[in-house]
């Protein structure tokens, strides 16, 4: 293997792995805080990548895409900085969930919608067009699961 193709493979192995730490990181936490520096983790592994391939290529396009990746970073650390002090602030906790708390006076509180207990449901049927012409002799099986989308 080349050390060009093989310093790309490392490198690119690295921001795959940032990435699906902060991926991780951000689905399995509520702290708004370890949130937001798991997404600034996905941030960078996909920067990583980025000048991986600008380096690959010889090229400066990745590498002018991170400076805007970092600068927009930045701009969102300040953000989700005001939101952490003002959710703070208001409950004196930064559980994620506690944003429900934070809506309207007029506004009803979001509901999630619950979970069918019932195994044996019937999945929902495709979408239909209206027909026009001679409808064609399809089989029912392949109407209902769609072997090709």
Same mark, same amino acid.
């Given at each position: 293997?080349p ?8 490198? #690119?192995i ?14 399995s ?5 370890v949130?937001f #520096?798991a997404?600034?983790m996905?941030?960078?592994g996909?920067?990583?990548?980025l000048?991986? %391939?600008s380096r ?8 002018? +895409?991170?400076?805007?990746i970092?600068a ?8 989700? +900085?005001?939101?952490?002090i003002t959710?703070f602030q $208001? $409950?004196?906790q *930064?559980?994620?969930a !506690?944003w429900?708390? *934070?809506?309207?006076?007029d506004?009803?509180?979001?509901? !999630? =919608?619950?979970l ?7 999945p929902?049927? %495709? &979408?239909?067009?209206?027909p026009?012409?001679?409808a &064609? !002799?399809?089989?029912p099986?392949k109407?209902?699961? $769609?072997? =090709?989308?």
């Open positions: 293997m050390a060009e193709i093989a310093l790309l493979n490392n490198y #690119l690295v921001g795959a792995v940032l990435f699906g730490i902060g991926l991780i990181g951000f689905l936490r509520r702290n708004m805080i949130m #520096l997404a600034e996905m941030l960078q996909v920067s990583l990548s000048v991986a %391939w690959f290529h010889n090229d400066f396009g990745g590498q002018m +895409l991170v400076i805007f970092i927009i970073a930045a701009c969102e650390a300040a953000v989700v +900085l005001a939101l952490v959710l $208001r $409950r004196g *930064l559980d994620v !506690d429900q708390t *934070l809506r309207e006076s506004q009803p509180p979001f509901q !999630d =919608k619950p069918s207990q019932t195994p044996g449901e019937q929902e049927s %495709w &979408p239909r067009l209206t026009a012409g001679i &064609p !002799d399809v089989p099986e109407i209902d699961y $769609r072997p =090709k989308v």
